[in-house]
């Protein structure tokens, strides 16, 4: 080994030595995890005491607990199909890539070259006027090169890794976007499948309306030509079975719009899977009861959105530290190893060896005042995506909330109509009793036949809202993936 390599390598190591040393001083805040105290849900014992014949099921899983395999059948293919969820998965590829080449700033970059170059050289050029005035001056030239060289920055002040660790954060916070945008994947699925439900029984009850006043208004127009009834009592009947036509297709518009929903949510065209569900009417799914055990830092820790908003806030953290190592030198190496010839003979000969080292130092000594306005602005940045976090953080108890009253409510509401569909059911009887004894006329017995119908389309359209409630409760406890399975640095 000749003396210029004895002292390359010597500067190597020792740079290698003193990067390892202050590999443990990178500047700025060490990342902390923000402390956030929450106070146990007030609404949840009413959801605890809330009547289910079913039970509560897996949050990882939540739309199996419906007892409802069409249902279940829908989800998984959301999940399988939603365009939304592919293009979040590409954008955690994307985020793992930037991590990964930010990674890569703290190695060592290394690159191999050759080259072959011949020239027929002119005589009138500075150089070739000169030249040729030699003897056995020859035009042609030729000339072999080949090598590797090698450069590398040390992370004196720790920015690289500072720039690592704060990419790295972003691919986990956009992972924790994919896991949320499954969760709405699969809530907003089965909304769109449990209001197609409701719209269809709601229809089928409008159907059952209909041709109740159609034979209501026979009755009239019946009893008008025996001279038992007048025109007003017609005019009367003909404009209540308008009114039952007249809802049929609001319903089949709303129906037809939440099938298309479904047919996007799926990743297909509308109208792909309209005819598996319009087939048949399916019954409304019971609601599964729901477990309301979990403490808000519970939630906290488990919804997707939360998880990216502390990931961000820890990125944050970390481009203090980019922003403050602008204020230390920056000193890098490079190499190069390689051998340069005018003739293939000797290209690899001892006399073509060429060797090549240098050391560079950077240092922003006179440009603090903008490296003051980086780090402020990075700090700014920082108590920003604090208060998002925190914003985040009452906004996701917000919800919980609100979807814990609205399924309390909603489920009072259908206890209330499921009585008076009852109620009704028991005068539609005492109804038909009276009239078949002569106490009261068939116009009484359909009035009665369309309160109940009234009543029982009131039903439907509430036991859908509160299986919709069911399904926006889970969405607010953030289930919907399997927090056990997943590796997110976010709760290391």
Not at 8 to 20: D, H, N
């Amino acid at each position: 080994m000749n003396s210029f390599s004895l002292r390359t390598s010597k500067a190597i190591a020792g740079s290698l030595f003193v990067s390892a040393f202050l590999a443990a001083c990178a500047v700025g805040p060490d990342y902390v995890a923000p402390d956030t105290h929450m106070e146990p849900f007030h609404h949840a014992q009413r959801v605890a005491e809330r009547p289910t014949t079913l039970p509560a099921p897996s949050l990882d899983s939540w739309w199996t607990g419906f007892n409802d395999p069409e249902l279940v059948t829908v989800v998984q293919r959301a999940l399988a199909q939603n365009l939304s969820i592919q293009a979040a998965m590409a954008r955690v590829a994307q985020s793992r890539a930037a991590a990964q080449a930010a990674g890569a700033q703290l190695l060592p970059t290394v690159d191999l070259n050759a080259s072959y170059t011949a020239e027929h050289q002119s005589v009138r050029s500075p150089l070739g006027t000169l030249a040729s005035a030699f003897p056995n001056y020859s035009r042609d030239q030729k000339q072999y090169v080949a090598g590797a060289t090698a450069s590398w920055e040390i992370d004196l002040a720790g920015g690289l890794r500072r720039a690592h660790a704060a990419a790295t954060a972003e691919a986990q916070a956009a992972e924790a976007a994919q896991l949320g945008t499954r969760v709405t994947v699969a809530a907003d699925a089965a909304d769109a499948y449990l209001q197609i439900r409701g719209l269809q029984a709601q229809l089928t009850v409008t159907q059952d309306q209909v041709d109740t006043d159609a034979r209501l208004l026979d009755l009239v127009k019946a009893r008008r030509q025996a001279g038992a009834s007048d025109e007003r009592e017609v005019a009367q009947a003909e404009a209540l079975l308008r009114q039952a036509r007249a809802r049929v297709p609001s319903l089949r518009i709303s129906l037809e719009a939440q099938l298309n929903r479904l047919d996007v949510l799926l990743g297909a065209q509308p109208g792909t899977y309209a005819a598996e569900l319009g087939a048949h009417a399916g019954a409304i799914p019971d609601v599964p009861a729901v477990s309301s055990n979990d403490a808000p830092l519970d939630v906290l820790r488990r919804r997707p959105d939360i998880i990216a908003a502390e990931r961000h806030l820890a990125a944050s953290n970390e481009g203090i530290g980019v922003a403050l190592a602008e204020y230390y030198p920056k000193v890098s190496l490079a190499g190069a190893l390689g051998f340069d010839s005018i003739s293939a003979g000797h290209f690899l000969s001892a006399k073509a060896f060429q060797p090549m080292g240098t050391g560079a130092l950077r240092w922003r000594l006179f440009d603090f005042g903008k490296v003051d306005a980086e780090v402020k602005s990075a700090r700014g940045a920082y108590a920003e995506a604090l208060a998002q976090y925190r914003e985040a953080a009452l906004k996701a108890t917000e919800d919980v909330e609100d979807a814990f009253m609205t399924l309390s409510q909603t489920g009072l509401r259908a206890q209330e109509v499921q009585q008076e569909v009852d109620a009704l059911t028991r005068a539609r009887d005492l109804s038909e009793k009276a009239y078949r004894a002569g106490s009261i006329t068939l116009t009484d017995v359909l009035d009665a036949d369309r309160q109940l119908l009234v009543a029982r389309d009131d039903l439907d359209a509430t036991r859908a809202d509160v299986a919709r409630a069911a399904v926006r409760t889970f969405r607010a406890l953030g289930g919907g993936w399997d927090a056990s399975g997943e590796k997110l640095a976010a709760q290391d």
